[in-house]
């Protein structure tokens, strides 16, 4: 689906394939969902039988991976058979060393995206706590009042709650906002280096764990910067 929205493709349409300097006309069968091959329907592949790709490309009899799914609970043994069989001339390997070889090509990013993720915490922290200052003389005329009326401190208290997690929610759903247009007009292109040797989309991957951790964050950003002020406006007497 990711490849036939890029192209415009459908089922039943010739489609023009440009290889080895020539152009190779082929009928596009079906177009496979993310119900039937999962997060692929993003990577940019299509799928054909091996003749016929071999015919595609000019290179008859050649293979440049195959992939064997072993029974439940023999993987070693079928590990074992195959460097016994094949060792000599092609490299056995698990299926995850790809997804290794993709954490280590990548862990350079990686490192760089948490120092930003790190900056960026501090950088909030400080925004909302000056935030807070700025605020304070006159929360603080306005909780002495409330006081002077006869109100509990433990009313106060939740008051002060109510106002930092309703100032947190709206901040950090801002925040969410801000960030998706960022990473798509600054960080939503792939590295080059990437795509030439790994059969990876361009599709963005936000989980709801992601979303929770940086919305409990920004809680916990505003909740420091509010307590501060908040112990100072209770303090005192009426």
Do not use: W
Request: hydrophobic share 50%; aromatic share 4%; charged share 10%.
């Amino acid at each position: 689906e990711g490849v036939a929205a890029a192209l415009g493709a459908s089922a039943g349409q010739t489609l023009s394939i440009d290889v080895g300097g020539r152009a190779v006309a082929v009928l596009c069968s079906a177009v496979l969902t993310r119900h039937q091959v999962g997060a692929a329907v993003g990577s940019p592949v299509a799928i054909t039988l091996l003749p016929s790709a071999q015919q595609i490309t000019g290179l008859e009899h050649r293979a440049t991976r195959i992939l064997i799914l072993p029974r439940p609970g023999e993987e070693k043994l079928a590990q074992r058979s195959l460097q016994a069989l094949v060792g000599a001339q092609l490299d056995v390997r698990s299926s995850s060393s790809e997804v290794n070889l993709l954490e280590n090509a990548t862990k350079s990013s990686n490192q760089a995206a948490t120092a930003f993720t790190a900056l960026s915490v501090i950088v909030g922290l400080l925004f909302a706590y000056n935030a807070m200052l700025l605020t304070l003389p006159a929360r603080r005329r306005f909780v002495s009042r409330l006081r002077g009326l006869g109100a509990f401190r433990s009313e106060l208290v939740a008051l002060l709650a109510l106002e930092t997690i309703a100032l947190g929610l709206v901040a950090s759903l801002v925040g969410l906002v801000l960030g998706d247009l960022l990473s798509k007009a600054v960080f939503g292109g792939v590295p080059g280096y990437l795509t030439a040797g790994f059969a990876i989309g361009t599709q963005r991957v936000i989980t709801p764990a992601a979303v929770l951790i940086s919305v409990g964050g920004g809680m916990l950003a505003t909740a420091v910067a509010a307590v501060g002020p908040a112990i100072g406006s209770l303090r005192g007497l009426p």
